[in-house]
């Protein structure tokens, strides 16, 4: 058993070790590439960026600009979150409501983003414009990705637990949770990922008074390349730890997926 943790802490240590050489090669592409150029205009040099970026956070605009973009994800996906997994158990359950709502999802998968973007600059105003885009892009996720677990749970095991009668409460529990579980998060790590990116594009052409978005496009109108990046580099960084905390609650539902079983 020691031998297998140290075994896994050192597959740990050489992965992280890899990431920080691939971020690190980048980095140094980056560099030669500025070099090449010769532009600031096309690609600022790498510690251009830095210095703009530690400038950016010390800004008194930083924390509005960044704080009301993670808030209108976070509002966005929980939003999809408690509709999708509603949505997503009832067409689990009953095949005559996914027959109905699967057509929908089929629909706002297909429509192009920047579409619904424009629409909704009609008929939102624009601080809620980036909640309703979030919530599209993410919802057809997570429904969908919720009801494949409801059809994955054994339909046997479900009769046979009728017929001895065990609760509905004890049902969901033990069976239906567990079984959609990893769906769910499955879902949520490939719908924030998608979803972080529609909601700065949103921000980008409704421009609410404070987003990331909208600096990005004040940054591109006035030429400053680096100011541009560098937002980039912020918004990389808040999905990098949204990416994180997903990664988290995935272990800690599989560590509960294991003590119910």
């Known amino acids: 058993m020691k031998g297998f943790i140290t075994k896994s802490k050192a597959i740990i240590t050489k992965d992280r070790a890899m990431g920080l050489f691939s971020i690190l090669l980048l980095i140094f592409l980056w560099k030669i590439i500025s070099v090449t ?14 210095r703009v970026l530690v400038k950016l956070v010390a800004s008194d605009d930083f924390i509005f600009s960044a704080g009301y973009t993670v808030l209108r994800g976070l509002l966005g996906f929980l939003i ?19 027959v109905m709502i699967r057509p929908v999802i089929v629909a706002v998968r297909a429509t192009p983003v920047i ?33 494949e677990g409801i059809k994955s749970v054994d339909g046997e095991l479900v009769a046979m637990a009728k017929t001895y009668r065990v609760k509905t409460s004890r049902l969901i529990l033990e069976v239906y949770i567990p079984a959609i579980s990893p769906f769910i998060t499955g879902g ?25 978005g909208t600096q990005m496009h004040t940054a591109q109108s006035y030429l400053m390349v680096a100011e541009l990046v560098a937002w980039t580099v912020i918004a990389v960084i808040l999905s990098y730890i949204f990416e994180a905390l997903i990664r988290l609650l995935e272990k800690r539902a599989a560590r509960w997926r294991r003590e119910i079983v």
């Open 37 to 50: 150029t010769a532009s600031e205009m096309l690609l600022p040099a790498p510690e251009k960026i830095f």
């Open 115 to 147: 579409s619904i973007i424009l629409l909704a600059l009609i008929w939102l105003a624009t601080d809620l414009v980036p909640v309703f885009i979030g919530f599209l892009i993410m919802y057809p996720i997570i429904a969908t990705n919720v009801t």
């Open 80 to 98: 999809s979150l408690a509709v999708g997994i509603i949505t997503g158990i009832m067409a689990g359950l009953n095949r005559t409501f996914d």
């Open 188 to 212: 949520i790590s490939n719908a924030a990922g998608i979803g972080w990116k529609a909601i700065i594009a949103s921000e980008v052409l409704s421009q609410p008074r404070f987003a990331i």
